[in-house]
């Protein structure tokens, strides 16, 4: 299995990274060489096997009550944001 | 034996007086100002907060409140979220994230008393396995400094092979615990899945990550992990088994043991100089009790192969968070909202996070997730069901950490592939969630050699109780680099 520099592109794009243009064709190699180690797997026989859920037998993801926990954080967290304005995160213009 | 060269020796000294905390500290932060500019083992030194903590557990030693921990200087990986200080993840992405919260063991180690001397160095997001992705440049191993120490937790484990504290907190998510404990080295362990909260600890891959720590002995190890193990509800993986009293399960007898030699570790590819130390560790524990046989493990050589789909796929999805919206970096005059999100992540990350981000969304696009995903994860199933086999014959499985010794700094940076195979023997403990350790064994050409031990679930007890029979009999873990002082309570000695 090999992926061509097109395709790494547009994983690229789906991942929301910019790519340099001349850094592609490595990434192509060597996301390629991964895929080819990765493809050991394809000859193993899982028969009936259920996919693995959890580490822990019989463990699964704990739940809890959707209910706030914490006071009002927010001009602490806002604290690390790139740029707010009147306690709103601000990016470039999505609506013309 | 040097009079302080453990965090049990230190424990002892602050009760007896023989020196303060803020001695102790002071002594620590010098080594560090000394060491830093050629080993670059951490990102960050918080000496003055260090100063004020250790003044504090001295009032506490003095009023006879302090704990074992109370006023023993320590360092934590900088993966783990740090209130008021910065907290990087090695990365570019996170170079100005000043955490508003701690995470559950730094608020731990802080109730018990330790005093934070700063953050160590880590490959970026935790992903290598040589220290060389770190955004804040590599760290050098104290044996030889033209060395790897590992990764990714390099800084933490040289940090204590340079005895710069007796212990730093880690993370394991493909041995990123034991492999540079085994190059620098020192003992570290990675506890079962679940048993230690990882609540502040970036995530890279949900399913493998488990925070745990180095230290110079098993007795040192048991001693932190009995303040950093337990049920945490913040973190849903977090387990609520309780906590045994690790210090009295070290002293668990050897003799009857039954040890299963990993047939599958000792093929191709391991070098005879790290065969040899490993398999003297064997015959020390056989004179000391326990019964010594071969296991197979058939599945267990697919792990690299099932975790290069697992980890980037999951990392893929948990580094989805960095946006350049919220926190972290976000680059200069974005034309729209697409170029902020595609430009800063571009900007924020290096090349291995953005391979692994790469083959992580790849694996789970639409027409590739049942090849990929759920495929690895069905093998994972596999490997499970290998050790739980074994498990069943024999108490404790035993092998090499690594194939090599610390290579060459820059030796395997072009070419992923040979340096993902580094993590060749400890992968499959992550697979099926089982705790873990690496403790020195011998050295080759002068470099440390690592002996891995992995148990069932909740097992870290006799892990640590065998680990601790070995380190009664031999003094590896002992041993320190040319022109490194064993003894933590010196002053300026090189």
Known sequence: MSLTPKQIESIAHLA????????????????????????????????????????LEGQVQRLRADVVTSGNLRETLQGNAPQTEAGLYLVPKVIE | MTADATLASLSAGLRERRYSSVELTQAALARIARTQPELNTLITVTGEAALASAAAADQQLAAGTAGPLTGVPMIHKDI????????????????????PYDAHIVTRLKEAGMVMLGKANMDEFAMGSSNETSYFGPV????????????????????????????ATASDTGGSIRQPAALCGVTGIKPTYG???????????????????????AEDAALTLQAMAGFDPRDSTSVDVPVPDYA???????????????????????????????????????????????????????????????????????????????????????????????RSRAEGFGAEVKRRIITGTYVLSAGYFDAYYLKAQRVRALITADF??????????????????????GDKTSDPITMYLNDIYTIGANMAGLPAMSIPCGLAD??????QLIGPHFSEGRL???????????????????????????GETR
């Open chain 2, 388 to 409: 739980k086999r074994a498990f069943a014959e024999v108490d404790v499985l035993v092998g090499p950490t690594t194939p090599t010794p610390a290579f060459g700094l």
């Open chain 1, 16 to 55: 929301r990274l910019e790519l340099d243009v001349a850094d592609v064709p490595r990434y192509a190699e060597s996301i390629s060489s991964i895929l080819r180690l990765v493809s050991e797997l394809e000859g193993v026989n899982t028969g009936d096997v259920a996919p693995m859920a959890h580490p």
């Open chain 2, 195 to 217: 048993r230690v909260s990882r609540y502040g600890m970036i995530a890279f891959a949900s399913s493998l990550d488990q925070a745990g720590v180095i230290t110079v002995s």
């Open chain 2, 464 to 490: 640590l109780a065998a680990a601790h029979a070995f380190q009664r009999e031999t003094d590896w873990h002992l041993r320190t680099p040319a022109g490194v002082s064993a003894d933590f309570a010196a």
């Open chain 2, 80 to 99: 783990f979220c740090t209130t008021g200080v910065l907290t990087t993840c090695g990365s570019r992405m996170l170079s100005n994230f000043v955490s």
């Open chain 2, 248 to 342: 009295a399960e070290l002293q668990q007898p050897l003799a009857g043991l039954r040890i299963g030699v990993l047939r599958e570790f000792f093929g191709e590819g391991l070098q005879p100089a790290i065969e040899g130390p490993v398999r003297e560790a064997l015959a020390t524990w056989q004179r000391l009790g326990a019964t010594v046989t071969e296991v197979s493990l058939p599945s267990l050589p697919l792990s690299v192969a099932t975790y290069y789909v697992v980890a980037p796929a999951e990392a893929s999805s948990n580094l989805a968070r960095f946006d350049g919206v919220r926190f972290g970096h976000r680059c200069d005059k974005p034309r729209d909202l697409l170029d902020l999100y595609k």
């Open chain 2, 446 to 451: 002068g470099l440390p050699v690592g002996v």
């Open chain 2, 140 to 167: 050098r191993n104290p044996w030889d400094t033209t060395r790897v120490p590992g990764g990714s937790s390099g800084g933490s484990a040289a940090a204590v092979a340079a005895r710069l504290a007796p212990l």
